[in-house]
């Protein structure tokens, strides 16, 4: 069974900081990966998505990278803003018998707060 | 502007009552998704659907039901067998499985207390 662990579960920096969010994960036969950003009482939105056949994607201030092997993906933010503001997700995403249906599996978020 | 609709926003319900929460999207995608989120923990898959009429239990359908008469259609019906139903619900869908690059798409959600 798949279990997905993110690391903190809290972070506080002061703006303009470079961070880095880790995720990791059990189970090393993923399809994909992704990262959401869920702002309070809100929906998830996509982010970033890496293909298990990927090292890394790229999107603006965010670079995602994933080390299947070792069962890890992380989330770098360059330049934080206030704006960045959120929780952060990972999911795992697997493939199902049914008719090639994806399950995401996902982690319990780390909940990031920029400084101004 | 193409997305997906999740009513109500807040609902209350009644000890021993079924509501059912409204998933409309227009983003004609061929699998949509119910997951529930309780407070400070990761998402967890409660059903899903691949086509019209026909749908999987996921991880936690227990208490729950849903219907697929439409491809733009995913009502979930949080029945009074759910013992635990206060929580935040996130309906989701996406195109069909193996275009390259496809990712998940999420509604804004609906919160459900129980009074």
């Known amino acids: 069974k798949q279990e997905v662990t993110q690391i903190p579960a809290a972070l506080s920096v002061p703006e303009g900081e470079n961070l880095v969010l880790n995720c990791s994960f059990t189970?090393?036969?993923?399809?994909?990966l992704q990262w959401f950003r869920q702002d309070p009482g809100k929906g998830l939105t996509s982010l970033l998505l890496i293909q298990s056949s990927q090292r890394e994607q790229t999107s603006g201030r965010l670079n995602a990278s994933l080390d299947k092997s070792s069962g890890r993906s992380t989330l770098y933010i360059a330049a934080s803003q206030p704006g960045d503001s959120a929780t952060y997700l990972c999911a795992v995403g697997s493939l199902l018998r049914v008719q090639g249906a994806q399950k995401l599996v996902f982690g319990q978020g780390t909940r990031l707060t920029i400084n101004p | 502007d193409g997305g997906i609709t999740q009513s109500p926003k807040y609902l209350f319900r009644k000890e021993g009552q079924n509501v059912t929460l409204s998933c409309e999207q227009n983003l004609n995608h061929d699998a949509m998704y119910w997951y529930r989120q309780d407070p400070g923990q990761g998402l967890r898959l409660i059903y899903y659907?691949?086509?019209?009429?026909?749908?999987q239990k996921g991880d936690i359908a227990e208490g729950y039901s849903v219907s697929r008469e439409k491809k733009e259609s995913f009502p979930l019906t949080v029945t009074s067998a759910q013992k635990n139903p206060t929580a935040f619900y996130l309906c989701?869908?996406?195109?069909?499985?193996?275009?390259?690059?496809?990712?998940?798409?999420f509604g804004e959600g609906s919160w459900l207390t129980v009074v």
């Open positions: 659907s691949q086509i019209v009429n026909d749908f």
């Open positions: 989701a869908s996406r195109p069909r499985s193996g275009i390259s690059g496809n990712t998940i798409y």
């Open positions: 189970d090393s036969a993923i399809y994909n």
